[in-house]
């Protein structure tokens, strides 16, 4: 009988024991789905600040690319420009210097050789204009 209760009371002690491992093991696993539910929850955010990251690369991307091709198309038309101003600095010039070196020439026929200048270098202007929207609408 008294070998039973000591049986009895070591059963006892293991089932104590059992008890309380058990427990620490349930314990261990609700930290561990709260902790795994924590972490599917940053996943789910990160990926969701990724994707809301990689959308504004693609459209700063476009952005850059328009702004791009936008200064290659100032620029060329600054060249153009820059062009037409050389033209006329140079038939400035030499309508100048045939100003200075027809004094002489009646007031009459200055105006009417001015007029036919101005004529001309419209003429050679409308042309130059009608190349570049011809060019332009090319370019379109």
């Excluded at 024991?17 to 940053?42: C, H, M, P, W």
């Excluded at 328009?66 to 140079?90: D, F, M, P, S, W």
């Excluded at 020439?105 to 009608?130: F, M, T, V």
């Amino acid at each position: 009988m008294k070998e039973i209760e000591e049986q009895i009371a070591e059963e006892a002690r293991c089932l104590d024991d059992f008890k309380a491992r058990y427990q620490n093991l349930v314990d261990d696993l609700q930290r561990s789905e709260i902790v795994t539910k924590s972490a599917k929850g940053v996943i789910v955010s990160v990926r969701a600040v990724i994707a809301k990251a990689q959308a504004l690369i693609h459209n700063n991307e476009l952005k850059l690319a328009n702004e791009r091709k936008r200064v290659e198309e100032l620029e060329a038309a600054k060249g153009q420009v820059q062009q037409e101003l050389n033209v006329h600095t140079l038939k400035l010039g030499a309508l100048q210097a045939q100003l200075a070196t027809k004094k002489f020439i009646s007031e009459e026929e200055s105006r009417a050789q001015a007029l036919a200048k101005i004529k001309e270098a419209h003429q050679r202007d409308i042309q130059c204009l009608r190349k570049q929207i011809q060019s332009l609408a090319k370019q379109e």
